[in-house]
């Protein structure tokens, strides 16, 4: 029940997640906990409005002590492969966007992606982000800039993280346990894996509709939540990203199992297009 001028009711099995931005807005104890039951990631904001913290269900799956066994069992070439696959499909969805934008560079990215080797040994993922940026943004962006670029960035890749993470514990997996990544005070080194292939994804609205001279507005976070709902590409399917997330988290305990990483399934960057349903 969403109270403010009017009330609105909202049934819980109809939510994915929910980013409060206002600092005034409260929620109930009963609330945050339904929210837990039903698997919605709850996103909080700092006073600039960027995602700074996610409420995830604690111990969900049936199978908890099972999943973490599996994921602490974990070869080293299994891991390497998995993330050498990460690395080759986010090059590949950079340079598609790069080629969505009509910009230079999306050919390099592709030849960037057949060098990755096991593990990325090579660090292509680092030098192809270089390239990458170079192209998308020009020459004089950088990401440690206070921009309404890089606002609007940081954003779009907090909600990817967070859906990601919240499909990985409804699967079960620890999202502190990461393939690649390894920080210990980080709680979503898995999410953090897995998210690298959506980032093309944000970089793709943010190079489209933000200026540099933008405030950055309810409607352009508006816009940058949406993007959980656009079309993505998985195995050759439409999916929206939500349910790619998901697509992508269902292949990655079918490969645990089986210590398969080919079965794995990322999605495909594909020209911004809201999901339609059939």
């Given at each position: ?157 907090a909600i ?40 093309p994804l ?9 200026q540099p ?66």
């Amino acid at each position: 029940m969403i109270e403010q001028e009017e009330k609105v009711s909202i049934p819980l099995e109809d939510i994915c997640s929910i980013i409060i931005e206002e600092q005034a807005v409260s929620v109930t104890a009963v609330a945050l906990s339904k929210m837990a039951e039903h698997n919605i990631a709850l996103f909080t904001c700092d006073q600039k409005r960027l995602p700074n913290g996610v409420l995830q269900p604690f111990q969900k799956h049936s199978r908890q002590v099972g999943v973490l066994h599996m994921q602490y069992a974990y070869s080293k070439p299994f891991k390497k492969r998995i993330w050498q696959r990460v690395v080759i499909q986010k090059l590949i969805n950079q340079g598609k966007c790069l080629e969505f934008l009509n910009k230079e560079g999306a050919d390099e990215l592709y030849r960037i992606s057949k060098t990755v080797d096991s593990g990325d040994s090579n660090n292509r993922e680092a030098y192809g982000a270089k390239k990458y940026f170079q192209y998308l943004f020009g020459s004089e962006f950088t990401r440690r800039s206070d921009s309404v670029v890089n606002a609007s960035l940081n954003y779009g890749y907090a909600i990817m993280r967070g859906l990601v993470a919240r499909s990985l514990v409804g699967y079960g997996f620890f999202p502190c346990l990461g393939i690649y990544h390894d920080n210990e005070l980080n709680k979503f080194n898995l999410a953090d894996d897995f998210m690298e292939v959506l980032r093309p994804l944000v970089d793709l609205y943010v190079a489209q509709h933000i200026q540099p001279d933008d405030e950055f507005s309810p409607s352009i976070r508006a816009d940058l939540y949406n993007l959980a709902n656009m079309d993505i590409l998985v195995n050759g399917e439409k999916l929206t990203v939500v349910n790619a997330v998901e697509e992508m988290t269902k292949s990655f305990v079918t490969a645990s199992r089986s210590q398969d990483p080919s079965l794995l399934k990322l999605p495909e960057l594909l020209p911004l297009q809201l999901h339609v349903y059939e």
